[in-house]
C-alpha cells in the first residue's frame, strides 16, 4: 500500500531535549516536506526537499533541520525542543516537486509533539 | 500563489450535494486550483485539481469559472464521512502548497 509513515505519532518530551521524527513514504517520490499545523494559523511548511541531498527552508524552518539522505527518507530534528515547537506536525511527498501541476501531496497520518 | 478565499463553515444535508465555493480573483494563467480535505486531525487528503476545465474523479466534481476567478467543489451525494475541513488552493506546484483555513463542512443526518 502507497503510504507516508511518521513516527512517532505522539511524543511528550521537555525542553532541549533533542528530538527525531522520522518520514519515510515507500512510493519513489522525489519530493517530501514538513508542515506544522497549530490552531488558528493553517499548516505551514517547515522544510522540504526536492530530491536526494536537495533541502530548503520553507515558511517557518527555525528550530529545526532536515537530512535527505535517501529517497524515501526525510527526517525532521528538533536539536533543543521549546514549548513553541509543541504541535501537529505533517510529513508529505508527492512524485516531483517542480513543473506546472505537479501531481498530488501524499500526506502522513501526523505526529503530535508535547514540550514541557 | 494567488490568495483564495473560503466561507469559514458550511451545513449539509447527508445524501444531497455540497458545493463549496472558493475565490480566486487574482490567479494567473498557469496556477492550477487544488483542493485538499482534512478529516479531524488526520493528514490533508487530495480530493482533484483542475487549470480551466471542470474536472470530475470518484470524489468531487471540480467546475472553473470562464473567467477563472473562482471556482466549486462538488461532492455529489454528501455523506457523514464528508464531515472536514476543505482547502481550496491556487498554486503553479502542486507540492510547495500554503494551506488556508480552509472551509468547515458539517454534514448532518
Known amino acids: 500500500e502507497a503510504q507516508v509513515t511518521q513516527n512517532p505519532r505522539y511524543l511528550i518530551t521537555v525542553t532541549g531535549k533533542k528530538l527525531t521524527v522520522t518520514c519515510s513514504q515507500n512510493m519513489n517520490h522525489e519530493y517530501m516536506s514538513w508542515y506544522r499545523q497549530d490552531p488558528g494559523l493553517g499548516l505551514r511548511q517547515i522544510y522540504y526537499?526536492?530530491?536526494?541531498?536537495?533541502?530548503d527552508k520553507g515558511d517557518v524552518p527555525e528550530g529545526y533541520k532536515v537530512s535527505r539522505k535517501e529517497k524515501r527518507n526525510f527526517p525532521l530534528i528538533l536539536e533543543s525542543p521549546s514549548p513553541n515547537q509543541t504541535s501537529l506536525y505533517f510529513c508529505?511527498?508527492?512524485?516531483?516537486?517542480?513543473?506546472?501541476?505537479?501531481?498530488?501531496?501524499?500526506f502522513g497520518e501526523g505526529s503530535r509533539l508535547t514540550v514541557l | 500563489d494567488a490568495k483564495t478565499t473560503q466561507p469559514t463553515s458550511m451545513d449539509c444535508a447527508e445524501g444531497r450535494a455540497a458545493n463549496l465555493p472558493c475565490n480566486h480573483s487574482?490567479?494567473?494563467?498557469?496556477?492550477?486550483v487544488y483542493w485538499y480535505r482534512q478529516i479531524h486531525s488526520q493528514g490533508p487528503q487530495y480530493i482533484i485539481h483542475?487549470?480551466?476545465n471542470n474536472e470530475t474523479n470518484e470524489m468531487a466534481s471540480l467546475i472553473i469559472t470562464e473567467d477563472r476567478k473562482s471556482s466549486t467543489l462538488i461532492l455529489p451525494h454528501a455523506t457523514l464521512r464528508d464531515t472536514a475541513v476543505y482547502y481550496c488552493i491556487a498554486s503553479t506546484s502542486g507540492s510547495r502548497l500554503t494551506f488556508g483555513e480552509g472551509t468547515q463542512l458539517t454534514v448532518n443526518p
Open positions: 487574482t490567479i494567473s494563467g498557469n496556477e492550477y
Open positions: 483542475g487549470l480551466k
Open positions: 508529505a511527498s508527492s512524485l516531483r516537486g517542480s513543473g506546472i501541476g505537479t501531481g498530488e501531496l501524499f
Open positions: 526537499s526536492m530530491n536526494v541531498e536537495v533541502t
